[in-house]
């Protein structure tokens, strides 16, 4: 199956990419195809833009390196609508509107949801 990673990112230490990073080789492990919102913003700015962000501050993301959460959320949910089987939602996504947005995409679209 091909599962898009849903969680709270923003307001969270280091935009909770280690969770994120976890969650991916976990279920690559059992055989899935991936995508994972925290490499693929590593992919597009060339960097880890969680480095150093202890806070998990969008703006400072966006100072330092163009991070735009609208480019962010538009390229996860077109991922989501064309290419995921299934969402495997992260603890604390009920907290996330972005994650809530991406669930509420997966649900339209009668995509399981798997609860990690």
């Not at 307001?11 to 080789?25: E, G, T, V």
Request: proline content about 5%; charged content about 20%.
């Amino acid at each position: 199956m091909r599962w898009y990673i849903a969680g709270p990112m923003r307001s969270i230490p280091l935009f909770n990419f280690p969770a994120f990073m976890d969650a991916a080789a976990k279920l690559r492990a059992e055989g899935h195809v991936v995508f994972n919102p925290a490499e693929r913003d590593v992919t597009k700015y060339g960097v880890d833009i969680s480095e150093g962000n202890v806070a998990g501050d969008e703006q400072l993301a966006a100072h330092e390196h163009g991070f735009s959460l609208r480019e962010a959320l538009g390229a996860d949910l077109a991922w989501i609508c064309a290419e995921a089987d299934g969402i495997a939602m992260l603890p604390g996504w009920e907290h996330s509107l972005g994650a809530i947005a991406e669930k509420s995409a997966a649900e339209a679209l009668h995509l399981p949801v798997r609860y990690l």
